[in-house]
């Protein structure tokens, strides 16, 4: 990135040595405006890369701002040197020159084709062009007639002038002829503030190929085979007007509006590109043909080189300042140029191979054999980490694939438990009733026994051989239970039993067990635990039934939802079948459209076709009337040159008389 480089000159001044009121001071590089005793104005001081009073020379100023972009154009950078000013303030001298004191022009034509004799190594091949911005048309100056060009841009030539004359030259002083030629058909007007005062914007453009010789070694690595184009371009600018103090009118009014205009414009420009880049909004390149042709310039791939002239009057202060005001933006603008190469393909195997041989000799080097093993470990490294990503992926997929196992059956066992939830307060509530009938059946039975006699010898037909089991349920230990003397003579349950079978045995022998009372439960005990039973049960139910409510409360909110739910699916629908309507409807609109779409293009067309119709009727009735018009210039001539030679005729004849 660099800025670019701003000079201000000025020019002799013109003026009677009449008491001024301010007056422009040089102080160095800084210009500042002071009162008659010497006082500065404060806000009025400017400071430049040089700045050049009215003794100084074209050569001079060539050699401190311009020879420098010139080398670097040859080596391969664009570049661009333009002059600024106010009409009548020494633009075109300071670019073309006299006869005495050639313009930056012609010098820096004569440095390109010295410079490039003195590069040995490398081939020249030089092209030159020469145009005009006339009311915002771009007219080639090395021929006739070749008028109104367009502007294109391309991704291999960026923004360039189609159609526009380019000649291959070989040596400065061709490039002067064609200077000359195109100095001839540029517009020159004049005014009240120069008698020759330029009309339009002049660009000559230099395009500089060049490519490595032969006598480049192999073994360096370099830019072989590689062609450097770079463009310089070296603009005379026309000079900003003001219509109070240069009279134009007609003709002249128009060149100068468009002339303010296109200024203006690079104004605008610059004042942009001088703008912080957050800042910066869009930069109107394409409001003026000049600003769009030096696009690259401004901002762009090129170095540029500005001299901003101006005049020392007085009368001239408020143009002079505001020349030294877009000179201080323009010094604040920075460009990125670079060298511009085109590399075939061959020449881009040859360069990578060059950099892979130099490489090489590098690891051949002492160093080689530590390197390779680092390369190995490094490869080693980098081998087990692959194995390790590998492994680790592996778990990572069986334990995703355990995890779905796992939520699936998850999934599995809360559809069951959601299928059984329902059915599940009926049964709870048949399993309780069947327990309380159980229940009390079972106290009646232990009650009818307990009142029962204990030693009754039992209906084994009617009870099962549990009874004897569950006959001592309410029973109690006796208070007193003799000893019998003979255990064999008592009778046992177990004999009891055996009687009940058929067997036979002596009744007298045995030794009865006195009765014994057996203490039972009363009747209000039962009755209490009955009691307290039935409590339980009623807990359990009411229990049940809340459920059974809550889960009936349940039922009805999904329901409410699902018809919610429904609902929204029914409108989504509508929507749906409203979006599909609609939809169709466009289609039609769009094809409807596209039909007017191609009547209108097609009428378009018909009218191109009619333009360039008229265009060429134009191209060739301008060309007839450059011709009369060349003709009748020439007979003027003619006649103008007879009625002179007459004129030195008659005068001569006197003077044979009177000798």
């Known amino acids: 990135m660099e800025k670019i480089s701003v000079a201000v000159r000025f020019r002799p001044s013109v003026a009677s040595d009449s008491i001024c009121e301010r007056q422009w001071r040089i102080d160095d590089n800084r210009i500042s405006l002071h009162r008659p005793l010497g ?181 360096n690595i370099s830019d072989a085979d590689a062609i450097r184009v770079s463009v310089l371009n070296l603009v005379d600018l026309a000079g900003s007007e003001r219509i109070a103090k240069t009279g134009a009118g007609g003709v002249r009014l128009k060149e100068g509006k468009h002339i303010n205009k296109s200024l203006m414009v690079l104004g605008n420009v610059i004042n942009k590109l001088s703008e912080n880049g957050k800042q910066r909004g869009h930069i109107p390149y394409r409001d003026s043909k000049l600003t769009r042709i030096l696009q690259s310039a401004l901002g762009g791939n090129a170095k540029t080189s500005v001299i901003c002239t101006v005049a020392p009057e007085e009368v001239h202060i408020e143009e002079t300042r505001g020349t030294l005001q877009f000179a201080s933006r323009a010094k604040r603008v920075t460009n990125c140029a670079q060298v511009n190469e085109i590399l075939t393909d061959a020449a881009l195997l040859k360069r990578q191979k060059l950099e892979i041989e130099e490489l090489r000799r590098k690891l051949q080097g002492s160093h080689s054999e530590v390197l390779e093993q680092v390369i190995l470990k490094q490869r080693n490294d980098m081998h087990k980490s692959e194995l390790e990503c590998e492994k680790l992926a592996m778990e990572l997929e069986e334990e995703r694939k355990s995890r779905e196992a796992l939520e699936r059956c998850i999934a599995e066992q809360q559809r069951k438990i959601d299928s059984r939830s329902i059915a599940t307060p009926s049964e709870d509530q048949a399993t309780s009733s069947a327990k309380q009938n159980v229940g009390l059946k079972s106290i009646c039975n232990e009650v009818s026994m307990s009142r029962s006699d204990v030693f009754q010898t039992p209906n084994l037909k009617q009870m099962s051989n549990g009874f004897v089991v569950q006959r001592s349920i309410f029973s109690k230990e006796l208070d007193s239970s003799p000893v019998p003397e003979n255990f064999a003579n008592v009778a046992d349950e177990d004999l009891w039993m055996r009687l009940n079978k058929g067997c036979i045995t002596d009744l007298d022998m045995l030794q009865m067990t006195p009765n014994v009372k057996c203490q039972s439960f009363s009747l209000s005990e039962i009755s209490h635990d009955v009691c307290l039973e039935e409590d339980a049960n009623a807990r359990r139910c009411h229990r049940s039934e809340n459920e059974c409510i809550f889960d009936r409360q349940q039922l009805e909110v999904s329901k409410e939802q699902c018809s919610m739910l429904e609902q929204e699916c029914n409108r989504l629908r509508e929507e749906k079948t409203s979006l599909i309507q609609d939809l169709s409807m466009s289609k039609k609109d769009v094809e409807i459209l596209n039909s007017e779409k191609e009547d209108l293009l097609k009428e378009l067309n018909m009218e191109k076709q009619r333009m360039k119709d008229l265009k060429e009727e134009i191209r060739l009735f301008s060309m007839a009337f450059t011709q009369r018009e060349g003709l009748l210039t020439s007979l003027y001539t003619k006649s103008k040159a007879m009625v002179e030679n007459l004129k030195a005729s008659q005068v001569a004849i006197p003077e044979v008389y009177d000798c």
């Open 39 to 219: 006082t500065p104005i404060s806000g009025v001081s400017f400071a430049f890369d040089h700045v050049f009073d009215h003794t100084s020379t074209n050569n001079a100023v060539y050699d401190l701002l311009i020879k420098s972009l010139i080398r670097a154009a040859v080596d391969g950078f664009n570049g661009t040197a333009f002059a600024y000013g106010q009409t009548s303030s020494g633009k075109t001298f300071t670019m073309n020159g006299s006869e005495e004191d050639a313009g930056i022009i012609p010098l820096a034509v004569k440095d390109v084709f010295r410079t490039a004799h003195m590069t040995a190594d490398r081939e020249f091949l030089i092209r030159v062009s020469y145009m005009e911005i006339y009311n915002e048309e771009i007219n080639d100056l090395l021929t006739l007639g070749n008028q109104k060009l367009p502007i294109h841009e391309s991704l291999e030539r960026g923004v360039y002038v189609a159609g526009l004359r380019e000649e291959i030259v070989n040596s400065a002083e061709q490039v002067l002829e064609l200077l000359k030629l195109g100095e001839a058909n540029r517009h020159f007007g004049e005014t009240n503030m120069n008698a020759r005062s330029s009309r339009s914007h002049t660009i000559f453009r230099m395009v500089i190929e060049s490519s490595a010789k032969d006598l480049i070694s192999s073994d």
